[in-house]
């Protein structure tokens, strides 16, 4: 199965600062999709497809990649934005998530 | 409006069997490939399974750490999702999810991810 490793684990900006995460495939995945999730809340769509945002997402986020390296952005950090962000292939079976990033506001 | 609600969640015996539910309702059910995603406290997201939609036989994929223990099935006249949970272990204990997987057509192929998900039942395997 391919394995995707989300580096930092962890991470804080302040408001008005540019956040990037990146997310690792042990294989090449045609794709990556994003999820975010706030404590006691269910996962929601973030990114689809790589770089396209899903209904309700801020224009302040971005994704891209491809192959083996993916990355979604913050363009300027809002305190909305802290939440745990998960990456998720679907390029083969099983789908996979990565282990994700916390993002916090300082 | 698209909702899923799911159900049966609860304190089991190491060894027992529990059944969670999973109620659809805002889209037409046999149209989507179905999935349920479980996360233990503080981890990250795992996922389980899936079952295949109408159009492709409504066939099941599982995840090596519950094959053979968990098996999804799907009542589409009812448009309820099951997670059948066998010989249960303390590290199934989690909140479970279920989750729907829509086909995107994309650039000639077919791509899918999760757009809904449900609230999250809770599971705890404790004698």
């Known amino acids: 199965q391919i394995v995707l490793t989300q580096s930092p684990a962890l991470m804080s900006a302040s408001p008005g600062e540019k956040v990037t995460m990146t997310c690792s495939a042990s294989?090449?995945?045609?794709?990556m999709y994003w999820y975010q999730q706030k404590p006691r809340s269910s996962p929601k769509p973030w990114i689809y497809?790589?770089?396209n945002l899903a209904s309700g997402v801020p224009a302040r986020f971005s994704g891209s990649g491809s192959g083996t390296s993916y990355s979604l952005t913050i363009s300027s950090m809002e305190a909305e934005d802290a939440a745990t962000y998960y990456c998720q292939q679907w390029s083969s079976n099983p789908p996979t998530f990565g282990g994700g990033t916390k993002l916090e506001i300082k | 409006e698209v909702k899923l609600v799911e159900s049966g969640g609860g304190l089991v015996q190491p060894g027992g069997s529990l059944r969670l539910s999973c109620a659809t309702s805002g889209f037409t059910f046999t149209d989507y490939y179905m999935s349920w995603v479980r996360q233990p406290p503080g981890k990250a997201l795992e996922w389980l399974g899936f079952i295949r939609n109408k159009a492709n036989g409504y066939t099941t994929e599982y995840s090596a750490s519950v094959k053979g223990r968990f098996t999804i099935s799907r009542d589409n006249s009812q448009s309820i999702l099951y997670l059948q949970m066998n010989t249960l272990r303390a590290e199934d204990s989690a909140t479970y999810y279920c989750?729907?997987?829509?086909?995107?057509?994309?650039?000639?192929?077919?791509?899918?991810?999760?757009?809904?998900w449900g609230q999250g039942t809770t599971l705890t395997v404790s004698s």
């Open positions: 497809l790589t770089s």
């Open positions: 989750a729907r997987a829509p086909e995107i057509y994309y650039y000639g192929s077919s791509y899918y991810y999760f757009d809904y």
């Open positions: 294989s090449s995945v045609s794709y």
